[in-house]
């Protein structure tokens, strides 16, 4: 069965600084992993997604890391702002998961403060 | 184009009682889904459909029903609440055939609470 765990749960950071979310997960046969934002009392918006080929997806400020073989991924955030301050969810998808299923993680509580 | 759609976005429930809750997508998208969110412990599958009138069983579907009359609904219902059905419940839909960057869409969420 996966397990996809993101250590660390809440992290508090000062404005400016870099921002560097871990997830992994158990199960290295995956079809592509994503990385959701959550702001609070709101559903999931989902930031990055990448393929299992590939070792890395970028956008804006945003790069996140594919280590299929380690079970790991880790989202970059540079140069973190207030706005950044939400949780940030992983989830993976496996090969021929019926219905496109996702496995979650608890995901990570980012607070950037000014 | 309102997306995915949760009604209501609040509820409070004595245990026993049952309640609806109703999920729309407006994008015409074959799968649906039904998760809880519990404190740290992520999202977690209750029931999915892969089509009109098909429904299957996720991680956690004990005390759950749900049916996919039509394909823009889904709806998940509690036939007697109990108070660890307490938690933030989240409608997603997708498209069958997924694109390099297709991925699942959210709804904003019901908070029920069962006291």
């Known amino acids: 069965k996966q397990e996809v765990t993101q250590i660390p749960a809440a992290l508090s950071v000062p404005e400016g600084e870099n921002l560097v979310l871990n997830c992994s997960f158990t199960?290295?046969?995956?079809?592509?992993l994503q990385w959701f934002r959550q702001d609070p009392g709101k559903g999931l918006t989902s930031l990055l997604l990448i393929q299992s080929s590939q070792r890395e997806q970028t956008s804006g400020r945003l790069n996140a890391s594919l280590d299929k073989s380690s079970g790991r991924s880790t989202l970059y955030i540079a140069a973190s702002q207030p706005g950044d301050s939400a949780t940030y969810l992983c989830?993976?998808?496996?090969?021929?998961?019926?219905?496109?299923?996702?496995?979650f993680g608890g995901g990570t509580r980012v607070l950037v403060k000014p | 184009n309102a997306g995915v759609t949760q009604t209501p976005k609040f509820r409070v429930l004595k245990t026993g009682q049952s309640m609806t809750l109703l999920c729309a997508q407006d994008?015409?998208?074959?799968?649906m889904y039904w998760y809880r969110q519990d404190p740290g412990m992520g999202l977690r599958l209750i029931h999915y459909?892969?089509?009109?009138?098909?429904?299957a069983k996720g991680e956690v579907p004990d005390g759950y029903n749900v049916s996919r009359l039509k394909k823009q609904n889904f709806l998940l219902g509690l036939e007697s609440a109990a108070p660890s059905q307490t938690s933030v419940y989240f409608c997603?839909?997708?498209?069958?055939?997924?694109?390099?960057?297709?991925?699942?869409?959210f709804g904003p969420g019901t908070r029920l609470t069962v006291l």
């Open positions: 459909s892969v089509g009109e009138g098909t429904t």
């Open positions: 997603a839909s997708s498209p069958r055939l997924l694109a390099n960057t297709d991925t699942q869409y």
């Open positions: 989830a993976v998808k496996k090969i021929k998961a019926a219905g496109n299923k996702l496995t």
């Open positions: 199960d290295s046969a995956i079809y592509n």
């Open positions: 994008m015409n998208h074959e799968y």
